[in-house]
């Protein structure tokens, strides 16, 4: 009988004690999830920012090899205009006539320019209309821009003179 106030003490404490480490298992558990999950977001943007310098890396050798080389017209930038711009400059063109009578199929062609100017000037890829187009991603016209390594070697092939070569 005597014994009866402690044991509704206990009894008590207990009833208190329980939810409270509950609550508590479930903070830390919440805690230790939440840590993991922001461990595996920083590991993924780790992985994404690891991938991305070595894609800048192989585009700096690239163009770092570009810019100690002489580019060739017939064997590095026909191809290049034939697949991405000649299907509307060319003779075939989806447009029914290759775009202000632009052709860019051939050198000859690519030197003749439009019906309004010349669109590549030899030494002088900076004031060249082709290269403003292809840098602003204006040209190839509904289509995704040429990738960087390729913009840059026709950059490299005028400023050497847009050689036929
Ligand atoms: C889907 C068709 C299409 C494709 C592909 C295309 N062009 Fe064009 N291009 C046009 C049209 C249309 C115009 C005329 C735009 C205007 O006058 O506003 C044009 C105009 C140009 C001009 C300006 C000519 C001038 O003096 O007015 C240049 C330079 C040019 N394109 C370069 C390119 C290059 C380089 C590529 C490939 C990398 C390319 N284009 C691919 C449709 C195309």
């Known amino acids: 009988m005597q014994n009866k106030p402690r044991e509704s003490l206990v009894l008590f404490s207990a009833l208190l004690v329980l939810p409270l480490m509950l609550v508590a298992f479930i903070g830390v558990f919440a805690l230790m999830v939440n840590v993991s999950e922001r461990s595996v977001a920083a ?56 775009p202000n009578g632009l052709q860019l199929d051939s050198y000859e062609n690519v030197m003749l320019g439009s019906f309004f100017l010349p669109v ?25 821009p040429l990738p960087p390594e390729q913009i840059e070697l026709i950059a490299k092939w005028i400023e050497q003179g847009a050689l036929d070569n």
Request: aromatic fraction near 2%; include cysteine; charged fraction near 20%.
């Open 43 to 98: 590991q993924e943007a780790r992985a994404t920012a690891i991938e991305e310098d070595r894609q800048a890396g192989v585009r700096a050798a690239a163009l770092t090899a570009i810019a100690n080389r002489p580019v060739s017209f017939s064997r590095e930038i026909l191809p290049i205009l034939q697949t991405r711009c000649a299907y509307c400059h060319g003779p075939n063109s989806i447009a029914g006539a290759p």
């Open 120 to 144: 590549v000037i030899p030494g002088e890829p900076e004031n060249s209309t082709l290269m403003l187009l292809l840098r602003s991603g204006g040209m190839p016209a509904e289509s995704d």
